[in-house]
T-cell receptor, first 115, second 113 residues
């Protein structure tokens, strides 16, 4: 049981390049999330998904796209990277239903630098 | 939307002392309040959470209190140890759901031996 995993762990991009971050979870969770973490800013929600085939915007969605084609995977795409997207990106997942724990389990993070 | 304020941003205590971190939230519909601990270079991990139907919850040296009327909740760590040094984040459920969270900006706790 690996929990939540993220690929890659580190990446350096040049302005204008594109890339996709992959998040995978093996806990059969319905909900999945992408956050970015910047110094002094806490964790800010980029996009989230409440189930396979669904996505929704979070607090800071501009410049990012997401897809949830399979229940266990949640992809975050940067079509044209900008220096402002330099950050640590965390994926998380949680159970469905208020009667169960709503704990969000986080992946190990991806450190992205855009030059 | 939900807004979560967290104070202080940094906190330094001596080993064995208590530490208190406070958060306020804006959405009266929020009903789930988790606390996460993040060690340097690691992922955030849940340490304790509380729901709106209780006022206090304890787990060994950690406790959380909730005042729904005042819309604030606090994390209390007693008998602090050097391994408690980390960044702590509070969060509140937002958008009328339990699954979407708004996080505070974090508190860097340093426990000095």
């Amino acid at each position: 049981n690996a929990g939540v995993t993220q690929t890659p762990k580190f990446r350096v991009l040049k302005t204008g390049q594109s890339m996709t971050l992959l998040c995978a979870q093996d806990m059969n969770h319905e909900y999945m999330y992408w956050y970015r973490q910047d110094p002094g800013m806490g964790l800010r929600l980029i996009h989230y998904s409440v189930g396979e085939g669904t996505t929704a915007k979070g607090e800071v969605p501009d410049g990012y796209n997401v897809s949830r084609l399979k229940k266990q995977n949640f992809l975050l795409g940067l079509e044209s990277a900008a220096p402002s997207q330099t950050s640590v990106y965390f994926c998380a997942s949680s159970y469905f239903g208020a009667s169960l724990t709503d704990t969000q389990y986080f992946g190990p993070g991806t450190r992205l630098t855009v030059l | 939307g939900e807004n979560v304020e967290q104070h202080p941003s940094t906190l330094s205590v001596q080993e064995g002392d208590s530490a208190v971190i406070k958060c306020t939230y804006s959405d009266s519909a929020s009903n789930y309040f988790p606390w996460y601990k993040q060690e340097l270079g690691k992922r955030p991990q849940l340490i304790i959470d509380i729901r709106s139907n209780v006022g206090e919850k304890k787990d060994q040296r950690i406790a959380v209190t909730l005042n729904k009327t005042a819309k604030h909740f606090s994390l209390h760590i007693t008998e602090t140890q050097p391994e408690d040094s980390a960044v702590y984040f509070c969060a509140a459920s937002s958008g009328g759901s339990n699954y979407k969270l708004t996080f505070g900006k974090g508190t860097l706790l340093t426990v000095n031996p």
